[in-house]
């Protein structure tokens, strides 16, 4: 489809809706984090917020889930805001093709993870978010909550505390990269913060709100400029191959769009210089990307024939 021609959301979002609908029973809710598996397993939204201004939801849209991995996309745009390229010293920008919460490859690559979304390499970031702001997790709710104008989004301490409780692959990670010297903060103070921006509350509809800036080529919700453009095209780069994890192929495949997933079932994909498009479903496949929101996300890009390829 031409870049210039409109699309009618309205109708893609119904026909998203009915093909994520028809998955329903197929995959499972995360409950390695026991406060996720609390979750409706059959709820399902969907938003879309074009960079005109324009906002469009269905099904469950506003109603927060916990955002997870969702919140690596704005730890990541937020420590390339304040500290530019230096975050790159610390971790890479390679697919991984390995679980979100591997341990294998930080040994034989000396504690610098593979790239910035899965666990290890989010925790690297997240700790240079703290050192540049002195708040990661706060600094990531605070552009949530500008981006999206709903002042309510905030950590879900139970999810929180359930993350702390049964964190000890993330403490692991944390330790291996700090006895490599790549951590800059304590690794309490680390995965405090890593937990807190993963346990935030936020809908489809503030996503895709507070994800339009990749949208808009580095440009916040006020016209003010949050990266320049080719910071903008490098997250939307590193989305595409590494957002969904060992999935990232498939996802390119069947969605064609810079995406990220989270295990609350949430993904928020971009469609360069048109709008950013969120949906939610809690069951995961086998990679623990949500099964009905790569369903909707396939669809929307299929039958407009919109996606980056
Ligand atoms: O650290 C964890 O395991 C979770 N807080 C986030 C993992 C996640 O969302 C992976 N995404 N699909």
């Known amino acids: 489809m031409p ?32 406060a996720l598996a609390t979750v409706e397993p059959d709820a399902f939204g969907m938003a879309v917020a074009t960079v005109d ?6 099904g469950d849209w506003e109603r927060p889930f916990s955002v997870q991995s969702v919140s690596k996309l704005f730890t990541l745009a937020l420590a390339m805001a304040h500290g530019g390229d230096t975050v790159w010293r ?11 919460n591997s341990l294998v490859q930080l040994e034989s690559e000396h504690g610098i993870p593979r790239n910035p979304f899965i666990n290890a390499g989010a925790l690297v970031v997240t700790d240079r978010l703290q050192t540049m702001t002195g708040d990661a997790a ?9 981006e999206s104008g709903n002042p309510l989004i ?18 692991a990670l944390a330790h291996f990269i700090a006895s490599h010297g790549n951590l800059e903060n ?9 937990y807190a921006h993963c346990a935030v509350s936020a809908s489809c ?8 800036f990749l949208a808009r080529y580095g440009v916040r919700a006020d016209g003010t400029r949050l990266m320049s453009r080719s910071e903008a095209k490098r997250v939307n780069a590193v989305l595409l191959t590494c957002g969904t994890y060992d999935a990232a192929g498939e996802f390119a495949f069947r969605v064609g769009l810079p995406g990220k997933s989270g295990v609350g079932g949430g993904v928020l994909a971009i469609l360069p210089g048109r709008a950013a498009v969120c949906a939610w479903g ?15 996300l396939d669809t929307l890009t299929t039958l407009s024939g919109c996606s980056i390829f």
């Not at 201004?53 to 269905?58: H, M, S, T, V």
């Not at 304590?186 to 890593?194: A, F, G, Q, R, W």
Request: proline share 6%; glycine share 12%.
């Open 282 to 296: 809690p069951r995961l496949d086998q990679a623990g990307n949500s099964v009905a929101a790569v369903t909707a």
């Open 138 to 146: 706060g600094a990531v709710r605070e552009f949530l909550r500008r």
């Open 90 to 100: 610390g971790v890479g920008r390679e697919p991984s093709g390995n679980p979100f």
């Open 53 to 58: 201004g324009e906002l469009y939801g269905i």
């Open 186 to 194: 304590p690794v309490e103070t680390v995965l405090d913060h890593y």
């Open 3 to 34: 870049a210039g021609e409109t699309l009618d959301y309205r109708l893609l979002l119904d026909a998203a809706t009915a093909a994520a609908r028809a998955t329903s029973g197929q995959g499972h809710v995360a409950d390695y984090i026991p």
């Open 205 to 212: 509809r503030d996503l895709v709100l507070a994800g339009s």
């Open 154 to 171: 905030d950590t879900d301490p139970v999810v929180a505390a359930s993350e702390a409780d049964h964190g000890h692959r993330n403490a």
